[in-house]
């Protein structure tokens, strides 16, 4: 089971189609869920409100986190991971640690600090900075990559 938890409501309609359509190839091999939670206008004037609303949003986030899942948070800071290896790593984690992963997709503004304490690992998606409405397509598109790569199954090239 993966869970994707992420900031912010998804509006436009060609994201949603993408991420359906990997969710729908996604069924042979897991279920996801994804859980929107409420963002927070942001200040660009006022870092101090700023982290206020990272702790808001964390806190929104953090409770939807079972206690039993594994945290993946996509942070620009994290860890880089070649679609093999990210491939790999999932497979450890099913193997060793848990069936339960949840990924996390932070605001605007990024991570209340709890949120990355809670997180089991930082992943860097890319150096590239994204939307964080478009993450939710490269993620499920990578999930969708990572399953064909353990299941030695053509896609990935």
Not at 1 to 19: F, Q
Not at 50 to 55: E, G
Request: net charge positive.
């Amino acid at each position: 089971m993966i869970k994707i938890i992420a900031v912010g409501k998804l509006k436009e309609k060609y994201l949603k189609d993408g991420i359906n359509e990997y969710i729908k190839r996604l069924n042979p091999y897991t279920k996801i869920e994804i859980i929107e939670v409420n963002d927070e206008k942001t200040y660009e004037d006022s870092p101090s409100l700023n982290k206020q609303i990272m702790d808001i949003e964390g806190q929104r986030i953090l409770s939807k986190i079972n206690k039993d899942d594994f945290v993946i948070a996509l942070d620009l800071h994290g860890e880089s991971f070649t679609s093999e290896k990210l491939a790999a790593k999932l497979s450890e984690i099913y193997t060793y640690h848990t069936s339960k992963i949840t990924f996390v997709i932070a605001g605007s503004c990024g991570y209340g600090q709890e949120v990355l304490k809670r997180a089991n690992l930082r992943w860097k998606l890319s150096d590239c900075t994204f939307p964080h409405q478009l993450v939710r397509l490269l993620l499920v598109e990578q999930i969708y990559r990572c399953y064909k790569i353990n299941n030695n199954e053509p896609y990935h090239k």
